[in-house]
C-alpha cells in the first residue's frame, strides 16, 4: 500500500470557469430511471474505446446470447464488446457514428428472450480477489470512461511503475448542464458507485479515495454519505461551476494538486474515473456482467418526456427519442452529449455507445446561430478559461494561421470545454479554433 | 426519415444543424455590452443637461450623430458593409465624446470631434477591436491641442450663473482655479500654505458630488457617474479593478503630496471629485478594447493611469490629467498584458 501523502487543504473549486444560466436540469434531475423496453434491433458500433479497435470475432448470421463476445481486445489499450441481447447478427456494415462519418458496427436482431450466455463470468469477491484479477476483470467486461471519454479503463488502472498514485478520485460532478445520468446514479445506486471505488481502489493498492459531487445534488451528496464510511470512501461537496467535472480541475479541487502541463493525472498521484464507470466495475465484478447497458439522460424542451433510461448500448437514439414521449415541437438539433461538449448528430439513428451520457435535443427557438464578429478584447474568454489560457488572442493566432505561435502560447492545453465560446459577446467559434490549430499543429508534429 | 410522434415530425437528417460545441451560449453580445454602457451613461448626460442647459443636449445628440455618421461614410467609402454599425459602439464613442466636451462647444467642433473619433481614433486601426487608443480621447485631445481656445471655453451651470456674485470673466473650472491660485499666491502668503481653503469647503464639496460646477458637459456630476458606474461594476461588464486602483492612486498620490506641501495641491478629495477623474475611470479607462485583458495588467494599467494623472495637474502645464493618462497608458497596453500573460495550469518552467 502507497503511503499516503497529505492533502493539502481543498479548494474545492478551480480559478476560471462559468456558470451557465441556464443549466436544464431540472427537466430531468426528479426523473427514476427507466429501465429501457427491448428492442427489436441494436447497431452496435465496433470501435467504443479509444485505442486500437477490438477484433470481430463473429460472422453475418451467427446467433449469440446477452454477454457474449461481439468482439476482443487487440492490444493493450482496447477492450473486447459483448452482445446487448440475444439474438442473430443480421449484418455487419456501416452505422452512423457520433462524429458524423459512417463507423464500422454489428447489426444484432434482437430474438426477445434476452438470454444470458453460458460463458458468463463467474462474481470475484473483491475484497480478497488480487489486484491483478480486478485489473483484468475490468478489461473483460469492455468497461472505457463513461464520462465520454471512452479511454480503457484497466489501462487507468495500470500505472507505470515510475508513477505513484495515492488517490483514486470518482467524478461525480456532472458539470454539464442538462444530463442527470450520474445524479440519479449516485441517489439510486450509491453502493454500486461506492463498490466500484473501492475496487479500483484495491486494483491500484489506494486507500485514499474520493468523490466530488457539485453541490446542486445535495441529495446525492447524502446519499453518498450514508454509505461511504463502509467502504473509506470521503465524499466531497464541491463548487457549481462548469467545466468542474473535468479532470484537471476535479483534481485540483479534490487535492489542490495541479496536473502538469501535458500530463496525465497520474503525474499529480491520481486516477480519476466516472462515477458511471465505477458502477460498471462494480456490476462486472460483483455480478460478473458486462459493459452491454448504460444510464442516459434523454432530455430537451421538444420531447413530452424527457427522462434517464437504462438502455443497452447500441440502441438507435429514435427509439429513445420514442421512449420519451417523443417530440412536441420540432427539434432542430440532436447532441450526443451535453450542450458544452457534446457532438451535434445529422442521424437520428445514431446509436448510443458506451460513453453516451446524454441525448439532448434543442429547438429552434433554443438555437442561435451568429455571425461573429472581431475580438475587442473583452477578456471574457481569459475570465472563462480554466486552463488561464487566452482564447481570444489564440484565435487570432489561428485565424492567421500562425500555428507555431498558437503553440507557444500553449493552445495544446485547451480542453475543449467551451467556456470561452459561451461567454463570448462577439460569438466567435473559439472552440472551433482551437480545435483546428490543435489537429494542424499534431500533424506537423507527425511530419 | 420522419417519423410521427405525437403528430410532429422529426426532422430529417439534412434539417438537423451540426454546428461545433458549445451548442449553448450566454446571449450575451458586443451590442447589448454597448447599450447598457449608453443607458449607465445616461445619468452622468442628464445632469450635464440639467446643471448647463439645452446647448448641452445639442452637443450630445450631434457628437453623438456624427460619429455614427462617421462611421456609416467610411463603411460606404470602403464599400463595406453597413451592419457593423449595430453594435452602437460608434453610438457609445459619441456619448463619451459629447460628455467630454464643454457644455457650449461649437456645432462645427461636435462634427469634427466625432469625425476625428471614428475615423482617425478607430476606423484606421481596422474597426472595433483593432484601435489602439480610446477613441473618444483621440479626438478630445486632438480638439484641444488644435482647438484649445474652444476646448476651455467653460460655461457656469444655471445655479451658478443665478448667483448674485457671479463673474463671467474669470470663470474657470474647478482645476483650472486652483491652477491660478498656485500660480498667483505668493509662496509663503496665506498662513499654512491654505490657499485652497475656498475650493475645500463643504459647499464646495457639495456642489461637486451634485456637479454644480464648472467642467466639461459630463464629467460635473460625481453622483450620476457613480450610479452608472457601479452599476457597470455589479454587471460585470468592466473590470472593478480600473476605476478602483485610478481613484485610489489619484487619491493617495495626490492626498500625499497635499501633506507634505500643502501649497503645491489641494487636498485630496478635491482631486477625486473634481475634473474627469470619475468619467475617465469608470468609463474610458474601463474601455474594454483599449484595456488590458488580465486582471493584474488592469492594476498595472489603472495605476500608471493614476500617478500620470497626478503628476499632470500637479506639475504640469495642463490644469487636467485624466486624458493625457490614460492615452497614454492605452499605448502600454500590448506591453502590459505580455508582461502580465497567464500561465497555463498546471505551468512547468521549462527547464534551460
Known amino acids: 500500500m502507497a503511503a499516503n501523502k497529505p492533502i493539502p487543504p481543498k479548494p474545492l473549486s478551480f480559478p476560471g470557469g462559468i456558470h451557465p444560466a441556464k443549466d436544464g436540469k431540472s427537466l430531468t434531475e ?39 463476445l461481439l468482439a476482443e481486445a487487440s492490444g493493450f489499450v482496447s477492450v473486447p464488446l459483448h452482445a446487448p441481447t440475444s439474438g442473430v447478427i443480421s449484418a455487419v456494415g456501416d452505422a452512423p457514428g457520433p462524429m458524423g462519418t459512417l463507423v464500422p458496427a454489428v447489426y444484432l436482431d434482437a430474438d426477445g428472450r434476452d438470454e444470458w450466455t453460458a460463458n458468463r463470468m463467474a462474481p470475484l ?64 445506486q450509491p453502493e454500486k458507485v ?171 427557438s433554443e438555437i442561435v446561430q451568429y455571425d461573429s464578429a472581431g475580438c475587442m478584447r473583452c477578456g471574457m474568454c481569459l475570465r472563462g478559461c480554466p486552463m488561464h489560457l487566452s482564447p481570444g488572442p489564440l484565435s487570432m493566432l489561428i485565424e492567421n494561421e500562425k500555428f507555431d505561435l498558437a503553440a507557444q502560447n500553449h493552445v495544446m492545453d485547451c480542453l475543449e470545454c467551451g467556456a470561452c465560446a459561451y461567454a463570448c459577446p462577439a460569438h466567435r467559434p473559439l472552440v472551433q479554433h482551437m480545435r483546428r490549430a490543435k489537429a494542424e499543429i499534431r500533424k506537423r508534429a507527425k511530419k | 426519415m420522419s417519423e410521427n410522434c405525437n403528430n410532429v415530425k422529426l426532422p430529417s437528417g439534412d434539417e438537423l444543424i451540426l454546428s461545433s460545441s458549445p451548442h449553448i451560449h450566454d446571449n450575451q453580445s458586443v451590442r447589448k455590452i454597448m447599450l447598457k454602457v449608453i443607458v449607465a451613461l445616461l445619468p ?37 458593409p453597413l451592419s457593423p454599425l449595430g453594435d452602437c459602439s460608434a453610438a457609445l464613442t459619441g456619448l463619451i465624446l459629447a460628455l467630454n466636451l464643454p457644455p457650449a462647444t461649437p456645432w462645427w467642433v461636435c462634427v469634427l470631434g466625432g469625425f476625428l473619433a471614428i475615423w482617425v481614433g478607430k476606423q484606421v486601426f481596422g474597426g472595433l477591436g ?151 475611470a469608470f468609463f474610458m479607462a474601463t474601455d474594454m478594447v483599449t484595456s488590458p485583458m488580465t486582471t493584474w495588467g488592469c492594476v498595472i494599467f489603472a495605476f500608471g493611469c493614476g500617478v500620470i494623472t497626478c503628476v499632470i495637474r500637479i506639475w504640469g502645464s495642463y490644469p487636467e490629467g485624466v486624458s493625457f493618462s490614460i492615452l497614454f497608458m492605452n499605448a502600454l497596453v500590448p506591453l502590459i498584458d505580455r508582461m502580465c500573460q497567464l500561465r497555463p495550469f498546471g505551468y512547468v518552467r521549462k527547464k534551460a
Not at chain 1, 472505457?144 to 479503463?153: N, R
Not at chain 1, 458502477?279 to 442516459?296: K, Q, Y
Not at chain 2, 481656445?149 to 483650472?176: M, R, V
Request: proline share 7%; hydrophobic share 50%.
Open chain 1, 125 to 188: 469477491d473483491w475484497r480478497t480477489a488480487e489486484p491483478a484479477e480486478l485489473k483484468n476483470r475490468v478489461r473483460d467486461a469492455g468497461i472505457v470512461g463513461m464520462g465520454g471519454a471512452a479511454f480503457p479503463t484497466h489501462v487507468k488502472l495500470s500505472p507505470p511503475p515510475d508513477k505513484k498514485i495515492d488517490t483514486v478520485i470518482l467524478n461525480g460532478a456532472e458539470c454539464e448542464p442538462y444530463l442527470t445520468a450520474d445524479h440519479r446514479l449516485m441517489l439510486e
Open chain 2, 44 to 80: 452622468a448626460a442628464a445632469a450635464g443637461v440639467f446643471f448647463f442647459g439645452l446647448p448641452a443636449a445639442g452637443v450630445i445628440l450631434l457628437t453623438l450623430a456624427s460619429c455614427v455618421a462617421a462611421e456609416a461614410i467610411w463603411f460606404f467609402l470602403a464599400k463595406r
Open chain 1, 194 to 364: 461506492l463498490v466500484g471505488a473501492a475496487v479500483m481502489a484495491r486494483a491500484l493498492g489506494v486507500e485514499n479515495i474520493f468523490i466530488g459531487v457539485e453541490k446542486n445534488k445535495p441529495d446525492a451528496i447524502d446519499k453518498l454519505n450514508e454509505l461511504a464510511g463502509k467502504y473509506g470512501v470521503k465524499v466531497v461537496g464541491l463548487k457549481v461551476q462548469y467545466p468542474q467535472g473535468s479532470e484537471k480541475q476535479l483534481i485540483y479541487a479534490l487535492t489542490g494538486r495541479c496536473v502538469p502541463e501535458g500530463g496525465l493525472p497520474m503525474d499529480a498521484g491520481c486516477v480519476v474515473q466516472n462515477v458511471a464507470t465505477a458502477a460498471a466495475v462494480c456490476d462486472a465484478v460483483e455480478s460478473g456482467v458486462p459493459l452491454i447497458e448504460r444510464i442516459t439522460t434523454v432530455t430537451g424542451t421538444p420531447l413530452a418526456a424527457p427522462g434517464n433510461f437504462l438502455v443497452r448500448i447500441g440502441t438507435p437514439v429514435i427509439r429513445l427519442v420514442e421512449l420519451a414521449g417523443g417530440v412536441t415541437e420540432e427539434p432542430r438539433k440532436l447532441i450526443l452529449g451535453g450542450p458544452m461538449m457534446g457532438f451535434a448528430q445529422r442521424s437520428f439513428e445514431v446509436p448510443v455507445a458506451k460513453n453516451s451520457s446524454g441525448v439532448l435535443l434543442l429547438a429552434a
Open chain 2, 130 to 280: 483593432h484601435n489602439p487608443f480610446n477613441p473618444a480621447l483621440v479626438a478630445r485631445v486632438a480638439l484641444l491641442i488644435a482647438l484649445p481656445a474652444a476646448l476651455t471655453t467653460w460655461t457656469p451651470t444655471g445655479i451658478e450663473a443665478a448667483d448674485s456674485e457671479f463673474e463671467l470673466s474669470t470663470y474657470a473650472t474647478p482645476l483650472g482655479k486652483a491652477a491660478m491660485l498656485k500660480t498667483t499666491a505668493t509662496p509663503h502668503g496665506s498662513a499654512h500654505g491654505d490657499i485652497y481653503a475656498e475650493l475645500a469647503t463643504d459647499d464646495a464639496y457639495w456642489n461637486y458630488f451634485i456637479g454644480n460646477r464648472g467642467g466639461s458637459l459630463g464629467e460635473t456630476s460625481c453622483l450620476a457617474l457613480l450610479i452608472g458606474g457601479i452599476a457597470l461594476m455589479l454587471m460585470k461588464l468592466i473590470k472593478w479593478q480600473i476605476p478602483l486602483v485610478f481613484i485610489a492612486t489619484v487619491g493617495v498620490f495626490s492626498g500625499a503630496v497635499h501633506f507634505f506641501a500643502p501649497a503645491m495641491t489641494p487636498p485630496a478629495l478635491f482631486h477625486l471629485m473634481t475634473g474627469g477623474l470619475l468619467l475617465g
Open chain 1, 30 to 68: 426528479k426523473k427514476a430511471v427507466v429501465a429501457a423496453p427491448l428492442f427489436d434491433r441494436y447497431v452496435v458500433q465496433i470501435s467504443q474505446n479509444v485505442g486500437a479497435p477490438p477484433k470481430l470475432v463473429v460472422k453475418v448470421g451467427d446467433a449469440v446470447k446477452k454477454g457474449d
